[in-house]
Nanobody, 124 residues
Framework: QVQLVESGGGLVQAGGSLRLSCAAS????????MGWFRQAPGKEREFGAA????????YVADSVKGRFTISRDNAKNTVYLEMNSLKPEDTAVYYC?????????????????WGQGTQVTVSS
């Protein structure tokens, strides 16, 4: 059974930082592209960042480029999202997802597995 478990969310002031983690089990982690998405209240879930299977290449959405960094540790079956210079508009539930293809997928429909999400709240 595949499980993706996010952690690291919480309440932070604007300008602050958080590091999200997503621990994967039940799959060959290094065979999956990993992504982070987020969903703000009343809005659709949107792509945030993705990382290739080896971790050698990443893609970050324009809305968070320069502030968010995705990384992974295949030895620990974990993907991370380092979030800096947080803004109130970054408030959302953050989800990690696993995609069995090879591309840096940005569409939700491409991903095979999803975590339950972790809440990030940025106060002004």
């Amino acid at each position: 059974q595949v499980q993706l478990v996010e952690s690291g969310g919480g309440l932070v002031q604007a300008g602050g930082s958080l590091r999200l983690s997503c621990a994967a089990s039940g799959l060959t982690f290094s065979s999956y592209v990993m992504g982070w998405f987020r969903q703000a209240p009343g809005k659709e879930r949107e792509f945030g960042a993705a990382i290739t299977r080896s971790g050698g290449n990443t893609y970050v959405a324009d809305s968070v480029k320069g502030r968010f960094t995705i990384s992974r540790d295949n030895a620990k079956n974990t993907v991370y999202l380092e979030m800096n210079s947080l803004k109130p508009e970054d408030t959302a539930v953050y989800y990690c997802a696993a995609y069995g293809g090879a591309n840096l997928a940005t569409k939700m429909s491409w991903y095979d597995y999803w975590g339950q999400g972790t809440q990030v709240t940025v106060s002004s």
